[in-house]
């Protein structure tokens, strides 16, 4: 019965080798599952604090959106304070057109030392001359329609447009 005996001893270490071996591949697979949740774990982190920047540029870009919209409000504002600057400016280019069409010559300033009335039928020239030249009309055109000779007219309006300039 050694036989059986060894035999029986032998199979039992065989089966001990076996075990051992699932065992040991058992704790390598542990060791490695651990390692591989440390790299989840650290992915997990990273995921998160990018996650809190993207939070933080989601409430810029809010804050970005709101200034934005009250940048275009200010716009459509300013348009429409620009349309309506542009409405008197033509109201007032025909006010003064019409009002030099009916006359062909400026009456002279009345000799009575008042040089605020001399200066406002200047500028009121002057406004007229540069609405005639803002339509298109020759340096010519202009003279015949306020009663001022070419030359007058020419050193008016590039009085005028220096001071634009």
Request: net charge positive; aromatic share 8%.
């Amino acid at each position: 019965m050694d036989l059986i005996a060894f035999l029986a001893f032998v199979a039992f270490a065989v089966g001990l080798c076996v075990e051992g071996y699932f065992l040991v591949k058992a704790y390598y697979g542990l060791i490695t599952l651990r390692g591989e949740v440390n790299v989840l774990r650290d992915g997990f982190k990273e995921l998160s604090s990018e996650f809190m920047r993207f939070k933080e540029d989601l409430k810029n870009l809010k804050e970005v959106t709101e200034r934005l919209n009250s940048i275009e409000a200010g716009i459509a504002d300013y348009g429409a304070r620009v349309k309506e600057f542009e409405d008197r400016l033509l109201t007032l280019e025909d006010v003064i057109l019409s009002k030099g069409s009916k006359s062909k010559e400026v009456e002279e300033p009345a000799k009575t030392g008042n040089t605020s009335a001399k200066e406002g039928r200047d500028k009121f020239l002057d406004l007229k001359i540069l609405a005639l030249h803002s339509k298109g009309l020759s340096i010519r055109e202009i003279a015949k329609e306020v009663g001022l000779s070419k030359s007058a007219v020419h050193k008016r309006l590039e009085k005028i447009l220096k001071k634009k300039g």
